[in-house]
């Protein structure tokens, strides 16, 4: 799995300009790179539904980021715990990466998956739902509660923004 | 398609011939993308984000009337709500048939468009819900906040 | 194993961008580096040597395919994920209209 080394390595190097470029605008366009390098391990990993939708994600993600950058404001001033606070936030990140390293051990070896309840949803799915595409038998038909609770997430994630976008503030009424 | 009258709205010439040629192709791919959505990749979630796709970059080409004249705010809002009540309509209706979300439809052959009971319209559900969704957190973000300057 | 440890890497750039910069929309790019390592995590879980995309093809066998569930999963993820990302946005744009920055250390006034 050379290749997919190769693109984490090119996401990871993508990550860290995006987090420590001073202009707005080059560091949404990394994020963009980030994205976009996703969706090609998503199809590495053989799961083109993903991919597809990983690559029309990222590009409305990348249009509303560059809405957000439109207002210029760089607060790039150094206080004077500059350096304590990096320091202890480099330091959790480190245990965080050791406590990690030794979880991994334990958990399945990549390449070998336990695929417990997906040995049953692939021998049967076909005859059950129809569908020859595996990924859309399981979203809609065994898991399909999962999706009307992710459609009341989409639906609530619109509602808020339409709430804090609103035109003009609610005004208060005398009594 | 779209008089340029007085003051110009939108991008530059070339980027409006573009777009004039591909947005109908863009709309229709994703329409191929979600009434496939069983028997290839693709699905409800990727091709609603096509459609959205769509009408997002005929806004940013041509300005904001010319994407609101085609879905205006107001339809954006009962078509959403379609979306998530057409879904919700396809579960409940599974009681026929004993449990929520029950595949009462006939399965037929696989491999072909008419096939796999309610997935289909489950998809096309999803697809009006995610699109219109999607596409009215646009109109929210870009258009409001330009009227509240004016 | 070192695949799984480079998600992690990129999961913990994301991390250091949220706790440390000042900068609102720094803090959103984070979180949506954060929201990319999670999601290759799960489908690098679903990964098999020499596996197939869960598709069937018409007229032959196809052996071996990738575990359909966490691709599932993660489908509904990233379009969570488009709409959150969209709403943090609104919320960053608004504060700016109220206090005329994007720094977080200079939001402090409750009321007025």
Known sequence: MLELQLLLLFMIVGAIIAVEVKDMISSVIAVGAVGLGLSLAFLILKAPDLAITQLIAEILCLIILIRATLKKDLPLVRDGRWFFNTFSTLCFITVFLGFAFLVLKDIPPFGVPTMKIAREVLSCSLDKTGATNFVTSVILDFRAFDTLGEATVLFCAVMGVATVMRKTGRKKTKI | MIKNDKKEVGMTLIVKTITRLTVGLILLFGIYIVLHGHISPGGGFAGGLIIALSFIHLMLAFGREAALKRLSEAKAAILESVGALLFLIIAVLGFTGGYFFLNFINKGKPFNLFSAGIIPLCNIAIAIKVGVGLFSIFIVLVILQEDRKE | ?112
């Open chain 3, 1 to 112: 194993m070192s695949v799984y440890f480079l998600c992690l890497v990129l999961f913990s750039i994301g991390l250091y961008c949220v706790l440390r910069k000042r900068n609102i929309i720094k803090i959103i790019i984070g979180i949506a580096i954060m929201e990319y390592a999670i999601n290759l995590f799960f489908i690098l879980i679903a990964y098999r040597w020499q596996g197939r995309a869960p598709i069937m093809a018409q007229g032959r066998e196809i052996l071996g395919m990738v575990d359909p569930i966490p691709q599932a999963l993660i489908l509904t993820s990233i379009v969570i994920g488009l709409s959150v990302l969209a709403l943090l946005v609104g919320i960053a744009l608004r504060i700016f209209d109220k206090y005329n920055t994007f720094d977080i250390t200079k939001i402090k006034r409750l009321k007025g």
